[in-house]
């Protein structure tokens, strides 16, 4: 069975497109990659937890943000190229990015080294024009993009703007 991970894809309409919130992860692995790197904030679903409280929960462990709005909206899970399955929801909120804060976690770093490090699991965070976080998005999380914009297109279409 595939692990299957929970996320917020969090959105704002910009000047001209709609943006979107990402996080880059830390450690050493992603330290100089940037496009086809950034993600939804998003982590494992605990045995028996809820999908949507599990996004709420890794949210805010990878942020130290909390979002008070409560309309969120469902995504088709995506699988990444892995095999881990993402489920995520959209919600539309304004957040000051410069702020995150993130868990932390230890690795063997230099590897075989026996020196542990400890890292923080996000090191940055942005708001991206979704255009532009088409190229930061990992691969498997892109679908995400695509159906946020349908589904934004599809509301304003129908309030008949």
Same mark, same amino acid.
């Given at each position: 069975? @595939? !692990?299957?991970?929970? +996320? ?10 709609? #943006?979107? /919130? ?18 939804? @904030? !998003?982590?494992?679903? +605990? ?10 929960? #890794?949210? /805010? ?20 190229p892995g095999g881990k399955i993402v489920q995520a929801w959209s919600i539309e909120a304004e957040l000051d990015a410069h702020s995150v804060r993130s868990n932390s976690f230890l690795l063997e770093w230099p590897p075989k080294s026996g020196t542990m490090c400890e890292f923080p699991e996000v090191d940055r965070a ?36």
């Amino acid at each position: 069975m @595939p !692990k299957r991970s929970a +996320g917020l894809l969090v959105y704002r309409t910009g000047d001209t497109e709609l #943006e979107v /919130f990402l996080v880059h992860p830390g450690g050493p692995f992603w330290q100089k990659k940037d496009d086809g790197a950034w993600s939804i @904030p !998003k982590g494992l679903i +605990g045995e028996g937890e809820d999908p949507l409280e599990a996004a709420k929960r #890794e949210f /805010f462990e990878e942020t130290c943000l909390v979002i008070s709005a409560e309309d969120y909206e469902p995504l088709m899970p995506v699988k990444q190229p892995g095999g881990k399955i993402v489920q995520a929801w959209s919600i539309e909120a304004e957040l000051d990015a410069h702020s995150v804060r993130s868990n932390s976690f230890l690795l063997e770093w230099p590897p075989k080294s026996g020196t542990m490090c400890e890292f923080p699991e996000v090191d940055r965070a942005a708001w991206f024009p979704i255009s532009v976080a088409r190229k930061k998005i990992l691969k498997g999380q892109a679908p995400l993009l695509d159906e946020l914009e349908r589904n934004r297109r599809r509301g304003i279409g129908d309030r008949g703007e």
